[in-house]
């Protein structure tokens, strides 16, 4: 058995932190939907501007807002405007096809993405 990537949310922008919220991170509920991302699912944030990376949980956004929020600690680790990467991750003897969407810069779905990820692939080190 190993981890593998089972979704992704590349290159979301951060629309608010939140340091008075007890923890975790709020996601537009269509594009929890658009990526199988489960409500309190365990998250790994990516921030693309500073290299910060952490773990949480999510919360559901309200639905079609372009919400992605870091809450409590994060906030100080992932400010709002930075742009970030939301994977999650999942145990099995044989790699999933991941669900990978590509948002705009507000957070709209664009795609999924084979292609996508292809270039992604093609363009990195």
């Known amino acids: 058995m190993r981890i593998y990537l089972k979704s992704k949310i590349h290159n979301a922008i951060v629309t608010s932190a939140n340091l008075k919220y007890v923890g975790s991170i709020t996601i537009d509920e269509a594009l929890m939907k658009k990526a199988d991302i489960a409500e309190y699912e365990k998250v790994l944030v990516v921030d693309n501007i500073n290299g910060n990376r952490l773990e949480t949980y999510v919360i559901k956004g309200?639905?079609?807002?372009?919400?992605?929020?870091?809450?409590?600690?994060?906030?100080?680790?992932?400010?709002?405007?930075?742009?970030?990467?939301?994977?999650?991750?999942?145990?099995?003897?044989?790699?999933p096809k991941p669900k990978i969407i590509i948002v705009d810069k507000k957070n709209k779905f664009i795609k999924y993405t084979k292609e996508e990820l292809d270039k992604l692939k093609k363009s990195s080190c």
């Not at 807002?65 to 970030?84: F, Q, R, T």
Request: glycine fraction near 8%.
């Open 62 to 95: 309200r639905k079609n807002s372009g919400m992605i929020c870091m809450n409590g600690a994060a906030a100080h680790l992932i400010k709002k405007g930075d742009e970030v990467i939301i994977m999650t991750f999942q145990i099995s003897a044989k790699p």
